[in-house]
């Protein structure tokens, strides 16, 4: 079956896959922001300021959402074309939800673009497009193996 192709998976199955996919991609965020050397600010989330404590909260986050892709979004995108566009639309989303919305109130900081942060916030948004074209790619193409 070629690339463009049509998959079946059942959405066990593509949990899984999601999962698969979200571990993968929360590494590859990881070492995005390892190397810009703002991982270790992540680990706020949890209370440290670590290097392993923002690979932890970024390989869970990747976890989450991989799984998250995996039931809803798995057993219906079907082809590369249609995974690279769901992979993007949902990393742009969780970005958003993510990186204005929900770490800002989980930190007790306002909601928003982050004033005097735009370069991270911008590195955020690579590193969440990355998270959710990995997820979708993996979910693909693991489902056809």
Do not use: C, D, H, K
Not at 47 to 56: D, N, T, Y
Not at 107 to 117: F, K, S
């Amino acid at each position: 079956m070629s690339l463009f192709g049509r998959a079946r998976v059942t959405r066990r199955r593509a949990l899984l896959l999601g999962v698969l996919g979200g571990l993968g991609g929360g590494v590859l965020f990881s070492l995005l922001l390892a190397v810009l050397g703002t991982l270790a600010s992540v680990g706020r989330l949890v209370g440290g300021e670590s290097v392993g404590a923002g690979l932890v909260v970024l390989v869970v986050v990747g976890l989450v959402l991989g799984g998250l892709y995996g039931l809803v979004l798995g057993p219906v995108v079907t082809t590369a074309g249609m995974a690279v566009l769901t992979g993007l639309l949902y990393g742009l989303f969780w970005w958003a939800v993510g990186t204005l919305v929900l770490m800002p109130l989980w930190l007790g900081q306002p909601v928003g673009w982050p004033a005097g942060a735009e370069l991270v916030a911008v590195w955020n948004l690579i590193g969440y497009l990355l998270l959710g074209l990995v997820i979708a790619l993996v979910t693909l193409l693991a489902a056809r193996r």
